[in-house]
């Protein structure tokens, strides 16, 4: 796989950015399973590729292209230079995150509270797009709090567009700031998949794509006929069995899918030359773990997974004994 040219950034389908979730590790499994889907990074602060260690932050993998890096952050002249940074390393595209609705994030001026500032985030863009010559995005919510009338999304969407952003990335909820967790404001905010498909028609000329409870290839391939992407998170993290057709059925590569055990073993390599580096078999293991969901022998499986990976000196050996038996076609 890792012999084929990377192929170009095609926005028809995603795996949606999750802090924590979508590391170096996950993404470089979740690419075994499809080699067009569009990979997210976690978000990354300003702060931390400014005063941070920048390579910890920025490092990845060649077979994970195309990949974009989302930035946290609000201030034009930062978030150019780390746009920059990020181009610099590789990136294919690099989006902003105006979705996140988290307390550390809110104190930090960004996030979904930059909803509420449509004139910085523009900022931002056009400083951004100043700056490098790959796709600049925007991920956003469709409101926030009592601030979620479709006349301020269109003009927080207008403004940004007008900015120069090359494509928009709607959660399809609102978030509530004040009182409700991150968690929480990934599923009790009702899903509001028809204020998305409006917010298309008013800006034809803009690329969108709809993200939020989307869980199947079937519902991507409905909303492709009215939208120009769709972003997929924890299915795909949960259940990443569920990329493995994206291939075929949604960019229209004929290549067959391959088994689960022939992605297990492809990530193999990976792990024995992370595990060389000193990457605890923990760190890989965690994000393997839904790669069998639902076939038989999947929950021995994992339980081996979770109790063996963290034991010292654990190796490939734990990923591959206790396999389920590969169902039938
Ligand atoms: C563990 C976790 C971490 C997340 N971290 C981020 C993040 O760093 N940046 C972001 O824009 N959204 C983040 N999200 C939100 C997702 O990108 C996505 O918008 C949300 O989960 C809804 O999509 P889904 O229903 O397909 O999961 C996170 C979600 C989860 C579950």
């Not at 920048?54 to 780390?82: K, N, V, W």
């Not at 001026?109 to 930059?114: I, N, T, V, Y």
């Not at 404001?185 to 998305?196: C, S, T």
């Amino acid at each position: 796989m890792s012999s084929l040219p990377a192929p170009v950034l095609d926005r028809r389908l995603s795996v949606a950015p999750m802090l924590d979730w979508t590391d170096r590790h996950c993404r470089y499994f979740l690419r075994l399973l499809s080699r067009y889907t569009l990979l997210y990074t976690e978000m990354v602060t300003t702060g931390a590729l400014i005063h941070g260690e920048r390579e910890r932050f920025l490092g990845f993998d060649p077979a994970e292209h195309p990949i974009a890096l989302q930035l946290g952050g609000s201030d034009p002249q930062d978030m150019a230079r780390c746009a920059r940074m990020g181009a610099d390393r590789g990136y294919d595209e690099i989006n902003i995150n105006v979705g996140c609705p988290s307390d550390r994030v809110q104190n930090g001026r960004f996030g979904a509270c930059l909803m509420a500032e449509p004139r910085l985030v523009a900022d931002c863009v056009a400083a951004m797009k100043d700056a490098v010559a790959v796709p600049v995005t925007v991920k956003t919510r469709i409101g926030i709090d009592d601030r979620d009338s479709y006349g301020e999304l269109l003009a927080f969407a207008g403004a940004v567009t007008d900015a120069g952003c090359d494509a928009l990335v709607v959660h399809a909820r609102k978030a509530w700031l004040a009182g409700l967790s991150p968690k929480e404001n990934r599923d009790i905010p009702p899903l509001r998949y028809d204020v998305v498909e409006q917010l298309k028609r008013d800006l034809p000329n803009q690329t969108i794509a709809i993200n939020g409870g989307i869980k199947t290839l079937d519902e991507t391939k409905r909303f492709l006929e009215t939208l120009d992407g769709v972003m997929i998170g924890r299915e795909a993290y949960h259940n990443p069995w569920i990329l493995a057709e994206a291939d075929r059925l949604i960019f229209g590569d004929a290549r067959r899918a391959p088994t689960r055990n022939e992605v297990l073993d492809a990530f193999l390599p990976y792990v024995e030359r992370e595990l060389a580096r000193g990457t605890p078999l923990s760190a890989m293991s965690r994000h393997i773990l839904g790669l069998f969901q639902g076939q038989p022998g999947a929950r021995a499986w994992r339980r081996h997974l979770s109790e063996q990976a963290h034991r010292p000196g654990a190796g490939t050996e734990v990923l591959t004994a206790k396999l389920p038996p590969e169902p039938r076609p």
